[in-house]
């Protein structure tokens, strides 16, 4: 019942800004955190960033300094914005949602599809 959607992947040069978004949708529902997670080529999935509903935030030593989570508890939506692109950076981006689905009392981990983000000049 639950669906995160991804956007605003892309292509962007070394050294550029890209935004991404995730909306979580479906029935109601209550959300403790959301976060940021990415996967480059022949590599496991790694953590980027989190912030909790109350917005304390947590962020990966790689990326520290250069991205900044942002959420819209009114809109379940979560942002990414990624600054001083650089190469390492190219991965598909998840999003996570981790929260308790309507009717239930057993928080679980949701998962959007992924959005891909290219840095190259």
């Known amino acids: 019942q639950v669906q995160l959607v991804e956007s605003g992947g892309g292509l962007v040069q070394p050294g550029g800004s890209l935004r991404l978004s995730c909306a979580a949708s479906?029935?109601?529902?209550?959300?403790?955190?959301m976060g940021w997670y990415r996967q480059a080529p022949e590599k496991q999935r790694e953590f980027i960033a989190l912030?909790?509903?109350?917005?304390?935030?947590n962020y990966a030593d790689s990326v520290k300094g250069r991205f900044t989570i942002s959420r819209d508890n009114l809109k379940n939506t979560v942002y990414l914005q990624m600054n001083s692109l650089k190469p390492e950076d190219t991965a598909v981006y998840y999003c996570?949602?981790?929260?308790?689905?309507?009717?239930?009392?057993?928080?679980?981990?949701?998962w959007g599809q992924g959005t891909q983000v290219t840095v190259s000049s």
């Open positions: 996570n949602a981790f929260g308790v689905v309507a009717g239930t009392d057993t928080p679980h981990h949701y």
């Open positions: 479906g029935s109601i529902f209550n959300i403790y955190a």
């Open positions: 912030i909790t509903s109350g917005g304390s935030t």
